[in-house]
């Protein structure tokens, strides 16, 4: 039951860190180019968070 939840927090804390890294990503961009690119990155950031979620729901099944 530990490792079970321990594993959740890990994975939760690696998405958080990765959707802030892509955010500040996006900052950058849209500093150096234009508006267009904050639209690519909140996609790319909702996709990223997508495929998080479904790994995380996968992991979750495997385990016993």
């Known amino acids: 039951m530990k490792k079970k939840v321990l ?3 890990i994975m939760v804390v690696l998405l958080l860190l990765l959707g802030v890294s892509t955010g500040l990503f996006g900052v950058h961009i ?3 180019l234009s508006m267009l690119a904050s639209y690519c990155n909140i996609l790319l950031g909702g996709m990223i968070g997508i495929v998080g979620a479904e790994l995380l729901k996968l992991l979750l099944k495997r385990m016993p």
């Open 7 to 9: 594993l959740i927090v």
């Open 30 to 32: 849209v500093l150096n």
